[in-house]
Each structure stands twice: as C-alpha cells, then as structure tokens.
C-alpha cells in the first residue's frame, strides 16, 4: 500500500502544476480585452468622465496659442472711429445774410447800423441842460458800424439840425452785438436865445450810411416823455461816439 501512494505523489504535482499553468494564461486572457486598455487603470493623457468615458475639447474652441479669424481686422481703426475714415457729414457753416438779426455772427461780414439791427433810446438829461442822450445798441448778430450822426426829426420838422463839427471822433464807431453808441442832443439853447421854441412829443432817428449821402435801412423812433420836449432854433446834434462821456461833454 505505501509504494502505491508514494508512485502517485509525483504524478499529482505535476497535473496540479499544469492546472496553475492552464488558470494564469485563462487569467491573462480575461485581463486583456483587445482594447489595450487594462481593467485596473487607464491609459495616462487621456481625459475621462466619471463614468470612464474619454471626452475631446470642444471643436470651436481655439488651441492654446492660436487666434481665431473672426473676419475683422483689430489693428484697423474704426470706419467713423477717432483715428478713422471722414463720415462724410460735415458742421453746417454759417448761413449768410444782408444784415438783421438773423446773421452770421460777431465773426461775420460787418453791416452798418441802421434801424433794423439796433434798438435806439432817447432820455432827457439834467446836465447838460436841455440836452437829450441818445443810445444805440447793436441787437444783431454781427458787427455794424454806426457812420456819421444821427439824422434826427422831432414832430413834424422839414429839415434835421446841424451837426457839432468838434465832435467829429477819430475813427467810426464799432459796436459788436450788445454794444452800444452814444450821441447827444442840444434841444434848446440854455441862456432862452433860441428862436421858434415848442414843444414835441415824436423823435424819429435816421442813420447815415459810409458816403454820408443820406439815409439808410429803417429809421428808429423812440419814445420820448409823455410831456415832451422843448426844442428851438438853436437844436443841434453830436456824431456818434463810442463812449456816453464823450456824448455828453458837447
């Protein structure tokens, strides 16, 4: 019984040793599936989700490094930009005109002063006596220039006084829009010699034109004391001065 068990002991190991050889190759059939991929790890680089799934970038997103064309030049500048093309539209420029109060402004064309552009006051003074100032603003839009004296009628009068040679400025007098000039009237003479003294209670102004010959544009009529004036034969009149001292001192 002995030498049957001990002829059998070899032979055991030897279909048990062939058994582990048969189990580790079925072993390392089922651990590779064909894919390359182990089942207890992932190949390393290759992005995965939580449920070992692989995912790729999303095609329209740009490589790092790169820049996408969108189609547009960002160095170029703006067609309308600060730094780009003229738009074509351009600042209207000052609309012309004759004169009045709808001109181009102070830097415009000078036009003379006349009725139309100015407004014209007349006021009584208590000195000098029985004399009367006249002031003439510029109302418009650009400069005008205010020539001669003003040509003055009270009432019904035919004729205008005589000017005061004397005061005759050096240059003609300039008003820019909201200036004003100044002139003044000897209604009567002071001592009572005057002659054919009234009363009138109308003024009418006329402004002379750079010949000198005449009237020109509208004539301005200011009002003047509810009780008139008193005028006579001795009624005379300044040129125009740029300043009301140089008006009044005549």
Not at 78 to 100: I, L
Not at 132 to 158: D, I, K
Not at 189 to 196: E, Y
Request: one cysteine or more; aromatic letters at 4%.
């Amino acid at each position: 019984m002995s030498s049957f068990r001990t002829a059998r002991t070899p032979r055991a190991r030897l279909v048990g040793a062939a058994a582990t050889v048969v189990l580790a190759a079925l072993s390392l059939t089922a651990c590779n599936d064909g894919t390359g991929v182990e089942s207890e790890g992932r190949a390393t680089g290759t992005p995965s989700t939580a449920n070992g799934t692989a995912t790729a970038p999303p095609q329209d997103e740009p490589a790092a490094g790169t820049t996408q064309d969108s189609g547009t030049d960002a160095s170029a500048p703006a067609a309308n930009g600060p730094a780009g093309k003229d738009s074509g539209t351009k600042a209207p420029a000052p609309s012309g005109g004759s004169g009045g109060s709808g001109g181009t402004g102070a830097s415009g064309k000078p036009v003379t002063c006349e009725g139309s552009v100015t407004r014209t006051t007349a006021a009584p003074l208590t000195r000098p006596v029985n004399h009367m100032l006249l002031t003439v603003t510029n109302t418009g839009s650009r400069t005008c220039f205010l020539y001669g004296y003003p040509a003055v009628r009270f009432g019904e009068a035919q004729a205008v006084p005589p000017v005061i040679e004397d005061s005759q400025p050096q240059a003609v007098v300039t008003l820019e829009p909201g200036q004003s000039g100044y002139a003044s009237v000897s209604l009567a003479a002071a001592d009572g010699s005057g002659t054919n003294g009234h009363t009138v209670k109308s003024l009418t102004v006329h402004f002379q034109g750079r010949s000198g010959n005449g009237s020109v544009g509208t004539a301005a009529q200011p009002s003047l004391p509810a009780q008139g004036v008193y005028v006579d034969d001795s009624l005379k009149v300044t040129y125009w001065q740029q300043s009301m001292d140089d008006a009044v001192s005549w």
